[in-house]
């Protein structure tokens, strides 16, 4: 085991013998971090060309400790030799003693490496070991890993002895000169929770299992590997078995699951892989195994594209299900009809079945499906989940059930994954049937909501235009009886009685609009009616010079123009907006007499020969229409020189 020594003079202080050598070394903000002795450069990305080689390494962070030291010889940039890697995790507690000095605690582990190399890569033997040391300062019996290399492959002795965990795990065996496992492999350890030591004893035949043996105390079990046996005498015998062939040959176990390979991967990675990996480290070896082979069981060109299809079929139809599951509401408003209630139902019992059919793809891409895994326990009740129910029922309403397509194979039926495809299409033709129905559905139930929607906001703009036009003058009385009361309630009514949603919503809305613009006009009645005492009130002023007490000449020729307003336009427009035939007239002329009463009162306050001229022009004019086309166009033109 490790020389714990080493750790201790690592802490202390970090020194290299002084040898006719290069140096490179590293600090930090506590001081020297690491050295690097080496013959000749040092390359950014790869090892000295040749010599000796050494590193040591620290690193310090609050109560925890990395070490590292490396030794060995290089070649052409390559390890080569014998070569040592030694990695410390520390963690330390210094605190106050009884006397003067401090008590120091230590705990940690060292992970070391020790082999030779042969042109870069592992050859001979490796030993891999791992202590760990208490605060005690006593030292646990650890781990050792121990490989044989023959040109980075494992080829030769592999051995594992655990004393670090309960499970006291021991493994013993070995590989051929290409790396496959070979002959007897000897496993012995606790599974967690159980005094009972077990052992097993696994057979390879160039790196296929071909038996198995578990001992439990008095108890053991045998399980020979048919399939290997059989392919194997046909590779003897030279001849090509039908079936099977050999699959993946390097894999990181055998296949057969439990404790013992979770074991054999933990360790092959710390012996093979892990170590080796400091960022000033420019290598890292490469070494495989032990490996394993597996049988593969191919499928023909018709089963495989049963397979593909099943599985597009199965991935489209769980997407479309889960697209009308997911409709919000759905669920609380199945009972709103007898067939959405059982399309509901039909739809959850596919979407199980296609789970469980996921569930039996998964299992056949599994190498040795065919021929070994439709016999297990967990493959028939799979099976019969895939045709369980067979009937689907609604859950809220009294209705004859459904029956779900069913998958007709057996267990031992070869023609499984054709099965597979016939219940996908059995299944795709039947569902959309459903799924059109859950649509029709949910659109009959947000047509009604939204419908509700719009009812409730317009028999809210109802209640407010009924408020707001209960005390209104003349033109606000005519306009409330006309339009809010007559026009509009023959629209809802209209509203109310089409059976077409969307006729019904484009009615709804072209109310709303309606009465939006009532509610924003009704404080303008007033003002229009208004408006032959406005305009007097505006043209008084012109009646009196205030700066010479005398009247203005040009008086006389603005209340001629006043009077033609008040006697000729004013009630044009009162009687043309009341006797509006529709509701686009009405609109239209409103907008423009709103226009022209606000014209004529800016035009009051204008005052020159410009104005003067409209005025001598319009109060001659006999036609209302045109007397509103002059003065409005007229006041467009001209607002901004009187601003």
Known sequence: ?????????????????????????????????????????????????????????????????????????????????????????????IHPGSGIQPEFELSGYVKAWKGAFSKGYPDGKWL???????????????????????AGKTAGRFRVNDKLDNSAFSLKGQCNEEGYAEGKWEYSYH???????????????????????????????????????????????????????IGEDDFSNDGQGGFPELMFD??????????????????????????????????????????????????????????????????????RTPSLDLAISYAEG??????????????????????????????????????????????LHDVPPVVLPVAAFSVDSIDLYHAFARFARDLSRQLPVYLATIDRGYRDMTREAALLE?????????????????????????????WVKEHLESELQFFSRTDVYEQAMEVGAAVVVKMDSLLAWEPHWNAFDSIPIRMKRAYTDYLYNPYTGERDVEVRLKKRFYHQMRDVLWPHMRDELHNAPDWDTFVERWEIYRETYRNVELFAQW??????????????????EKIITELNNWVRDNRGLYR
């Open 191 to 245: 599974l967690p929770g159980e005094k009972q030591a077990i052992t097993e004893e696994r057979t390879y035949r160039n790196g296929l299992l071909t038996n198995r043996k578990i001992v439990r105390g008095k108890e053991s079990e045998s399980h020979a590997n048919e399939h290997v046996s059989e392919l194997l005498q046909a590779l003897d015998s030279g001849s090509e078995h039908p079936r099977f062939a």
């Open 454 to 482: 719009l009812s409730d906001e317009l028999t809210q703009h109802q209640q407010e235009l009924q408020e707001a036009y209960q005390h209104t003058g003349e033109t606000g009385s005519i306009v409330a009886k006309r």
């Open 1 to 93: 085991m490790m020389r714990w020594g080493l750790v201790f003079v690592l802490i202390a202080g970090m020194t290299l013998p002084a040898v006719a050598q290069e140096m490179k070394t590293f600090r930090d903000g506590k001081g020297l971090k690491g050295e690097i002795q080496f013959r000749g450069a040092l390359p950014d990305s790869l090892l000295p060309a040749n010599g000796p080689y050494e590193l040591r390494w620290r690193d310090l962070s609050n109560d925890s400790l990395v070490t590292y030291s490396v030794k060995g010889k290089v070649k052409n940039h390559l390890p080569e030799g014998e070569w040592e890697w030694n990695e410390g995790h520390w963690h330390y507690d």
């Open 266 to 335: 933990r360790y092959r990675r710390w012996a093979s892989i892990a170590g080796w990996n400091h960022p000033e480290f420019h290598f890292e070896p490469g070494r495989k195994g032990p490996m394993f082979k597996r049988l593969s069981y191919p499928r023909n060109k018709s089963e495989q594209k049963a397979l593909v299809e099943t599985d597009s079929l199965s991935q489209f139809m769980q997407d479309q299900i889960a697209k009308r599951l997911d409709y919000r509401n759905l669920m609380i408003n199945r009972g």
């Open 350 to 395: 596919s979407l199980s079945r296609l789970t469980t059919l996921d569930s039996l793809l998964e299992l056949s891409n599994a190498h040795d499906f065919i021929y070994v895994n439709r016999y297990d326990s967990s493959m028939v009740k799979l099976l019969e989940r895939l045709n369980n129910p067979t009937l689907v029922e609604a859950q």
């Open 128 to 150: 891999f070991t791992l202590d760990s040391l208490h605060k005690s300062a006593q030292q646990k019996d650890g781990l050792s890993i121990e490989c044989t290399f023959k």
């Open 607 to 624: 005052d020159d020969r410009s104005a003067t001229r409209l005025e001598r022009r319009l109060r001659k004019e006999k036609s209302p």
